[in-house]
């Protein structure tokens, strides 16, 4: 396998050989240990590389220095010379002090859950606002790791955690590193104030505006493709897609409402691409209604979903209405567990269309819940009142009267308050 990964002047033909260590501390399930290592050496498949080994070691607390103590970090580095790993993964966050000593025990290259998952947006990143997007949250996460550096970070080897746009900045000064941020931080506020511009626009039609969350690999993506057509990518990978699209769906009463497809979640996802990515993910916190896509085959879907309602909350987006999907039904015999379980939920696959037309009909009820009909009575003389109704509500029935129309329409809050002085006396 040879690849070119997004900023990176390196092309590297082989994967590496990776050693996954995982920590449980007081009070954490070892099931939850082990899901999340699990899910890690799925992260590292995606990266590029090649689980070889997994360690698992119950401490009453982190080490400050090693955060697995000097001894184990002496055990690991022992295993890692006899499978010749090139890469020690830990499922928690290092601090620089951490990864420099563990670094120099081991002998080889030390990084965190974090450093895998940034390395795989490097290399998914497409659009230029994903690729700066990516590129201030690798500057963000490299920078405190700087500090008595040198030209030691110039890591010319390459591997997960060293690729990705603004690996040419690793061997200049922090002020060199502060001056990028600064630009990309000025560039995507400009990308931002577009993006404001467009949701304007857009909100100016009046048409109600979904977003598609849900852990990555949920199958939200191949879930807009079955209802758009929209032709986006879709892989059984972890983070395929990260820019978000939006597409015009008709729903089964008529209504046109916009589908916003947006990037994965992911348990311990990076605050520093929570905040890099935050003007994408204000599409979810502006939406009428979230759309969460859950995988009915995992084994936890109910860990998952946590983790996404853990994001949603961090971005201001906890008390939008939300429509539980449980996907992949076609190979999910828990499936129906769920449904029973969140009684408002419905079951679909994305893959086969099975349990789509029921989605739609469940998605037209929510938007419907946030309407009410109005019967309004608008004189003929006033067209441009006319005009207004129809661009902005349903109009559900018409009659005809000798000097004014009474017209029977779904409209929203702003809708009704707008027309407030034309609805009919009850």
Wanted: proline fraction near 4%.
């Amino acid at each position: 396998m040879s690849e070119q990964f997004p900023g990176s002047l390196i092309e590297r033909s082989f994967r590496e050989r990776i050693v996954l260590v995982g920590v449980a501390l007081p009070g954490t399930d070892p099931d939850d240990v082990e899901a999340g290592l699990d899910e890690l050496a799925l992260l590292v498949d995606t990266a590029g590389a090649d689980v070889v080994a997994r360690v698992v070691q119950r401490r009453d607390r982190p080490d400050p220095a090693t955060f697995v103590g000097r001894g184990k970090a002496a055990e690991l580095a022992e295993l890692s010379q006899t499978l010749d790993v090139d890469t020690v993964v830990f499922d928690e966050e290092l601090t620089p002090a951490q990864q420099r000593n563990l670094q120099a025990i081991l002998g080889r290259t030390a990084i965190d859950r974090t450093a895998v998952i940034l390395d795989i947006f490097a290399q998914n990143a497409r659009t230029p606002e994903g690729k700066a997007q990516v590129e201030l949250a690798l500057l963000r996460y490299r920078l405190p790791r700087l500090r008595g550096k040198g030209h030691a970070l110039s890591q010319q080897a390459g591997g997960i955690g060293t690729r990705g746009p603004g690996e040419t900045q690793l061997e200049v000064d922090r002020r060199r590193l502060v001056r990028r941020m600064q630009r990309l931080e000025t560039d995507l506020t400009h990308l931002g104030q577009t993006r404001g511009v467009q949701r304007r626009a857009r909100s100016r039609s009046r048409n109600r505006e979904l977003a598609l969350v849900g852990y990555t690999n949920a199958g939200k993506s191949t879930l807009l493709n079955r209802l758009t057509g929209a032709g986006v990518l879709t892989e059984n990978r972890l983070f395929s897609t990260l820019d978000p699209r939006t597409r015009q769906l008709s729903l089964p009463g008529g209504e046109t409402v916009l589908l916003t497809d947006t990037v994965g979640f992911v348990r311990k996802l990076p605050h520093q691409l929570v905040e890099a990515f935050h003007s994408t993910l204000q599409s979810i916190a502006l939406a009428d209604l979230v759309v969460h896509i859950v995988d009915g085959s995992v084994r936890d879907p109910d860990g998952q979903m946590t983790a996404v309602r853990t994001v949603l909350s961090d971005i201001g987006a906890a008390d939008i209405p939300e429509l539980l999907v449980i996907n992949k039904a076609d190979r999910a015999p828990e499936a129906a567990r769920l449904v029973a379980k969140n009684e408002d939920a419905v079951c679909i696959s994305a893959l086969t269309g099975e349990g789509i037309d029921g989605f739609l009909r469940a998605v037209a009820d929510r938007v419907r819940m946030s309407d009410r009909v109005v019967r309004l009575v608008i004189p003929y003389a006033r067209g441009d009142v006319l005009a207004a109704v129809h661009r902005e509500g349903e109009v559900v029935d018409s009659e005809q009267g000798e000097e004014a129309a009474t017209l029977t329409v779904l409209l929203d809050d702003a809708g009704r308050a707008r027309f407030s002085e034309f609805v009919a006396a009850s």
